[in-house]
């Protein structure tokens, strides 16, 4: 893309011919009264999304049958950027003919391939995604105001990138599956934050409940600590820290060797831990009455060390400080 | 009608007497002015009078440097960085003021900066959508400020900034000055005997001159590190060879934009208030600062229930090109700067359309853009759903 990308001032260029269309035309803008509504025996159904300081703001007109359930007309008007009009006219033409049930399965991705001219082209940049979505949303408010519910009845999932409608347990689940340790990754796998760009940290074009940073750093943070468990768990001491090795050493030295000790008036301290060649050297320092015990350098030491290559790791050898 | 060109803060029109005087410079007298032949010494006498040319159009003394670069980012660079390696980087002056409405050639260079150990402060406008100097007064430190660099006039707004008593403050204080003059040149009157700026960038493209070229002027006795390094051209000062052709074509603009300021200031200002009275006579349509402290050329209008964008597509539509600081019109989607610290009106970062003007400008096209204009409002606003 770089040579393409060098130029600029390409956002028009890649608006596709349906998009210019309905930008110039939009066949169904305008509002229905309650007289109209009333006169083809429909109940009327208006929903507003967005505001004016946020750039953007669409209104959706539904004359509804009752009986059926089914949008007999649909219309808008809008607040908002070309492609926010091209986007509201496609959602209220995909609106018509529909039931309530089935037209809150439209998702802003169908709004935008509705607009495209080629199937495999996409009809808007990536930063304009996020104007089909506003189109997604007032479906819903349209939908939950006719049935009387609120608007995250329709909503199955919490979903955290709007534009390409990715849920919070996809992005969690990739993150873990693929061992994804940047926002660009999750970017790759999921394309969440792709477009607009807002759910990847605070201070984007639009405010969001997630943001894919925090998102990130929490599973990261929860898959460190399951990581730590489970080598603890496993009890495998070659993967532990030097702070998780020297707690196994200590651990087995408080509970199982000291009261041993202890019956002979002596004890120990652990005064260090170091790889070396594969060993783990765990410096001790006797106390008490060990301190100076013939057995201490012998027998003693010989037992401390079969204890911890027993009870801890194979690689662990002892070394008593003088 | 053919298109009707009111974006001109963005570029200009290159004059034709420009266009002719630059000619020569590319088939006939195209040697390097660095050579010793006759190719290259041929084409002296013309960078002389293009020279002088724009010592005269900023009243220059001869003592002064007006580098010639490749536009005003890139004077605008090279003073900022400039003061980075000789005085921030060496020194506990490491700060520098600007403001919060400079063009992002400043602003994201002062950003830059900020990574390197830079401190930037970055002043507010008041009510006017100006900075004041008392502002300035409340800031500046002799002992910390190594430089203040703050516009001209406004590229969004056209607001003129008090360029004379924010230079003549600073230079008491003892504190160096420098502007980017990019939107003053051709519009206003820039004199650098007036107002003691140290230093002052501009580019040709902006007043009628070729794009690729400009100039930073530097008050006599001062040095900066180069931001190219090379070659001996302009004195080691800034090393590639000259753009002969550019600065020919840039001499020739500036002396034009002289001869031309009075009609700026009288005929232009004239059609700009036609066309912003026309405007205004539109409900809910709100001027972004006071007429008398803009540039003669520009109006920013903010149209309730349109949006930007979508105002622009339908005005290109009618052969009008006109800009938008629409956040939906950028790559990022993201606001303005300007609009954020013009902080006067909420909807200005999605509806803010800008109209520029230059000495092409007809009547006959300012009367055709106010009806089509007309039209394109009461088409947006009928589709709107914010205005009623």
């Given amino acids: 893309m770089a040579k393409n990308d060098l130029i600029g001032g390409s956002l028009w260029e890649q608006y596709s011919q349906k998009v210019s269309e309905r930008m110039d035309n939009p066949k169904h803008r305008g509002e229905i009264t309650k007289e109209e509504a009333e006169a083809m025996g429909a109940k009327l159904v208006v929903a507003d999304w967005g505001a004016e300081a946020c750039g953007d703001a669409v209104r959706l007109y539904w004359a509804v049958d009752p009986k059926t359930n089914r949008i007999l007309k649909a219309t808008f008007k809008s607040f908002g950027c070309g492609t926010a009009i091209a986007s509201s006219d496609t959602m209220a033409e995909l609106c018509v003919g529909k039931t309530v049930d089935e037209v809150v399965k439209i998702t802003n991705i169908d709004v935008e391939h509705a607009m495209r001219d080629e199937e495999d082209k996409p009809s808007i940049p990536p930063q304009k995604m996020h104007c089909s979505v506003m189109a997604y949303d007032v479906i819903k408010k349209a939908a939950s105001i006719y049935k009387g519910v609120d608007p995250s009845h329709f909503e199955e999932e919490e979903i955290v990138c709007e534009c390409a409608r990715v849920s919070l347990r996809t992005i969690k689940d990739v993150i873990r599956i693929n061992n994804l340790k940047t926002v660009e990754e999750i970017t790759q796998y999921t394309k969440a934050g792709a477009f607009c760009k807002s759910c990847i940290r605070p201070g984007g074009h639009e405010k969001r409940k997630y943001y894919l940073e925090d998102i990130l750093r929490e599973v990261r943070a929860q898959m460190d600590k399951q990581e730590v468990q489970q080598s603890l768990d496993k009890k495998d001491f070659s993967s532990m820290s030097l702070v998780q090795k020297l707690k196994a050493v200590e651990k087995v030295i408080d509970e199982e060797i000291k009261p041993m000790l202890a019956a002979d008036g002596g004890s120990l301290e652990v005064v260090d831990i170091k790889e070396s060649d594969g060993f783990s050297d765990v410096y001790i320092s006797y106390m008490g009455a060990c301190r100076g015990c013939p057995a201490s350098t012998t027998n003693t030491l010989y037992a401390i060390q079969h204890y911890l290559n027993e009870k801890v790791d194979k690689s662990i050898r002892v070394l008593p400080l003088a | ?388």
Avoid at chain 2, 130 to 150: F, G, M, Q, Y
Avoid at chain 2, 265 to 278: C, I, Y
Wanted: charge should be negative.
């Fill in chain 2, 1 to 388: 009608m053919e298109g009707i060109y009111l974006d001109n803060n963005a570029t200009t029109l290159v004059d034709h007497l420009v266009k002719e005087a630059m000619d020569p410079f590319f088939t006939q007298m195209y040697g390097n002015p660095n050579s010793l032949h006759t190719f290259g010494t041929e084409v002296h006498p013309f960078m002389r009078l293009a020279m002088d040319r724009l010592y005269q159009g900023i009243n220059a003394g001869d003592e002064d440097d007006i580098i010639v670069n490749s536009c005003a980012t890139e004077g605008n660079n090279t003073v900022l960085k400039g003061i980075y390696f000789d005085v921030i980087r060496n020194s506990n002056k490491r700060q520098i003021i600007t403001t919060q409405v400079e063009h992002p050639c400043v602003m994201n260079t002062c950003k830059f900066l900020e990574t390197l150990g830079a401190e930037v402060i970055y002043l507010p406008v008041n009510r006017d959508g100006i900075v004041d100097v008392e502002i300035l007064k409340s800031h500046l430190d002799p002992d910390k400020t190594a430089l203040v660099s703050i516009m001209w006039a406004n590229n969004e707004t056209g607001l003129i900034l008090p360029i004379k008593e924010l230079a003549e403050f600073t230079k008491e204080k003892g504190v160096l000055f420098h502007t980017d003059a990019v939107q003053a040149i051709g519009k206003l009157k820039v004199d650098v005997k007036d107002v003691p700026a140290d230093f002052l960038a501009f580019s040709a493209h902006k007043f009628h001159g070729p794009k690729g070229v400009g100039g930073l002027y530097i008050r006599k006795g001062l040095k900066i590190t180069p931001l190219l390094h090379g070659g001996e051209q302009m004195s080691g000062k800034r090393a590639g060879t000259v753009n002969v052709a550019g600065l020919i074509g840039m001499g020739l603009a500036m002396e034009l934009a002289s001869q031309n300021l009075e009609y700026e200031t009288k005929e232009v200002r004239r059609l700009r208030d036609k066309l912003e009275d026309a405007i205004l006579a539109i409900p809910e349509t709100e001027v972004i600062g006071k007429r008398e402290i803009r540039t003669p050329n520009t109006i920013l209008v903010s149209i309730r229930g349109v949006e930007g964008e979508a105002m622009i597509w339908d005005l290109n539509k009618n052969g009008i090109a006109a800009s938008t600081g629409s956040a939906c019109a950028s790559e990022s989607l993201e606001a303005n700067p300007t609009f954020v610290a013009m902080d006067m009106n909420k909807e200005l970062a999605h509806t803010g359309i800008r109209f520029s003007l230059s000495r092409f400008t007809t009547e006959e096209e300012i009367d055709y853009a106010i009806k089509a204009l007309k039209d394109s409002v009461e088409r947006l606003r009928v589709i709107s759903s914010t205005y009623i």
